[in-house]
């Protein structure tokens, strides 16, 4: 105020809020990579474009914050000592589920028999989802559990029947009832235990048969999302280690033997309840033949991990824009931060480094959108645990380095970049940590390995002629024909998606792809960002990046 007794400076050179961003129309990295691998038919880009305007609006961010800074809380019992098991969320977080699942974000890939919607949906969904991972995280882990569940639920059509008109529908209902009385429904899964999330096999929890259904008696020590309708559950039955369907209503309509003990208080993520709970003879239906648990939920977990790649994408992204609005408005030593050369080479390796792990990522989904292609199947099968591993743990140093742009005002908890930070390892953790990717890729190419080189032949063609590429497919191959192959599944892992990442810039994006293959294949990069790009390059990958002036 002025003339104020406490004025003692005037403020200045503060970066302006953000305010209202387009996810969509600012992100012409994304447009590009979606028309490469997806979709262009106008209708779907038109619903794109207003999905990517109303999530970056500023009213859709502040129900990100709201959500992460008041968590979930268990309430076990009511005032009265009767039990009553609910999770209560702030409304913000009921906000953000209403409108993911709106845009189908949890289902839009699944048509009426579960076969694939329409041509494309998986990388339209994807860019929808990374749109939305951008503003908040946590309430993204029941929307990706719903839409993955269906590959598990493939393995028992009877489920399927009962349960995928309630996953197709896109009106949330967060009520606590018989999914039959609902409008929609949504999925969590199961499978980790205190003694071993990797190693499943481990799992100690009992299945009895009962009439046609089972008793589960047991535990797990991580089952996100407690307040979903339904979880996907793994337990040893007679048969073996078996999959199965566990509600948290049975359908007699009493609430089911879920005893949730308490829920995780976690670094980040904290929008999303994850629980510990005991399961004291709980009813459930069996999900595939027993014995075959891990290959009826690894269908599960193959869509939950393309996601995490997905998720990890909209993290990177959400960061970056954070990053150049910075350094676009802040002066320092006379000069914009963004026309500082040191600054300007951070960023646009930054926004290099970003290109190209969206690149790979909806090359991925585009994948998924081809079951009927045998070498897409083989893509999807050996690239998911590769992206995985490379694109969620590129995460905490990108994010790192985007809030070191900020400086001191990155480190502040009032400033989305300090929630980002914390939730960036998790990708990388939940779905199988990056060891266990690196040696699912092995395991893989080590059941077909005419593929896998079929693969690497492929991704060498599309690369051909990029600098370094034989450097990198060279290295690709000495760590893969090493005497001890598991220690080195992460050198040939990181190479091989640094190779598929330059492949997939080079359909699209040349001077994209010349530029990364120059400063990334052949294991040539440096372990922090800033590269020096010539000039135009590193202005145009900011453009491309985040086109707000
Ligand atoms: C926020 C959050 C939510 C979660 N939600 C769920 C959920 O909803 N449902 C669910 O089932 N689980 C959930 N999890 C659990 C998660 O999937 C597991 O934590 C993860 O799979 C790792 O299992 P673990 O913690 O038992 O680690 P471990 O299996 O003990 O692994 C520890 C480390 O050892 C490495 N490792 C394991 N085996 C090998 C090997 N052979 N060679 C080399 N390295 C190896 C792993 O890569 C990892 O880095 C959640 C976790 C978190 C953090």
Not at 347 to 364: I, M, P, S, T, Y
Request: net charge neutral.
């Amino acid at each position: 105020m002025a003339g104020s007794a406490f004025v003692t400076h005037e403020v200045f050179n503060q970066v302006p809020p953000l305010g209202d961003v387009d996810l969509w129309n600012d992100d012409l990295a994304l447009q590009a990579a979606v028309a490469a691998f997806g979709t262009s038919d106008a209708e779907e880009i038109a619903s794109l474009a207003a999905f990517g305007e109303r999530w970056g609006s500023a009213e859709m961010a502040e129900f990100g914050r709201l959500a992460n800074e008041n968590p979930p809380k268990l309430r076990s019992y009511d005032p009265h000592g009767y039990r009553v098991d609910r999770v209560e969320f702030h409304p913000a977080y009921h906000a953000l589920m209403r409108e993911s699942m709106a845009a189908g974000i949890h289902c839009s890939t699944w048509g009426r028999d579960a076969r694939l919607a329409k041509p494309g949906a998986f990388v339209a969904r994807a860019a929808r989802q990374m749109m939305s991972a951008e503003v908040e995280q946590g309430h993204q882990c029941p929307i990706v559990m719903t839409h993955a569940a269906v590959g598990a639920l493939l393995a028992e059509p009877a489920l399927l029947r009962d349960w995928l008109p309630k996953i197709r529908s896109c009106d949330y209902d967060p009520s606590f009832q018989l999914p039959s009385l609902k409008m929609s429904v949504t999925l969590g899964m199961g499978m980790t235990e205190k003694q071993g999330g990797s190693d499943v096999r481990a799992n100690t929890t009992r299945a009895e048969p009962d009439g046609n259904a089972y008793r589960i008696t047991g535990h797990k020590w991580f089952m996100s999302a407690p307040m979903s309708d339904a979880f996907l559950v793994l337990a040893q039955a007679p048969g073996g280690l078996t999959c199965f369907l566990m509600p948290r209503v049975t359908p007699d309509g009493a609430m089911n033997a879920l005893d949730f003990k308490r829920l995780k208080d976690k670094l980040g993520n904290r929008s999303n309840a994850s629980s510990e709970v005991e399961f004291q003879n709980a009813y459930a239906q069996r999900c595939g033949p027993e014995g075959e648990g891990i290959k009826t939920i690894i269908r599960m977990v193959a869509l939950t991990r393309l996601d995490c790649v997905i998720g990890a994408l909209g993290i990177l992204r959400s960061a970056l824009m954070q990053a150049i609005h910075h350094i676009r408005f802040r002066t320092a030593f006379q000069k914009k931060l963004v026309d500082q050369p040191l600054m300007r080479a951070v960023a646009a390796d930054l926004c290099l480094e970003r290109e190209a792990a969206l690149a790979l990522g909806l090359r991925l989904a585009q994948a998924f959108d081809r079951p009927d292609d045998e070498d897409e199947i083989v893509y999807a099968r050996l690239m998911t645990p590769v992206a995985k591993l490379y694109v969620c743990k590129m995460v905490p140093a990108f994010v790192y380095e985007c809030l070191e742009c900020l400086g001191g005002n990155g480190y502040v908890e009032e400033n989305p970049m300090a929630r980002l930070y914390r939730e960036a390892p998790l990708n990388a953790i939940w779905e199988g940590s990056g060891n266990i990717m690196a040696l699912d890729f092995l395991r893989g190419g080590a059941r077909e390995p005419e593929a896998a080189q079929r693969l690497i032949t492929k991704l060498a063609r599309e690369a051909n002629g990029l600098p370094n590429a034989r450097a990198a497919i060279e290295q690709i191959q000495k760590s893969l024909s090493s005497g001890n192959r598991e220690a080195h599944a992460r050198r040939a892992v990181e190479a091989l998606a640094q190779l598929a990442s330059a492949a997939a810039l080079a359909a699209y994006a040349p001077a994209v792809a010349e530029a990364y293959a120059t400063h990334r294949l052949g294991g040539i990069a440096g372990r922090n960002y800033g590269d020096a790009l010539p000039d135009d390059l590193a202005l145009d990958l900011m453009r491309r990046s985040f086109a707000r002036a």
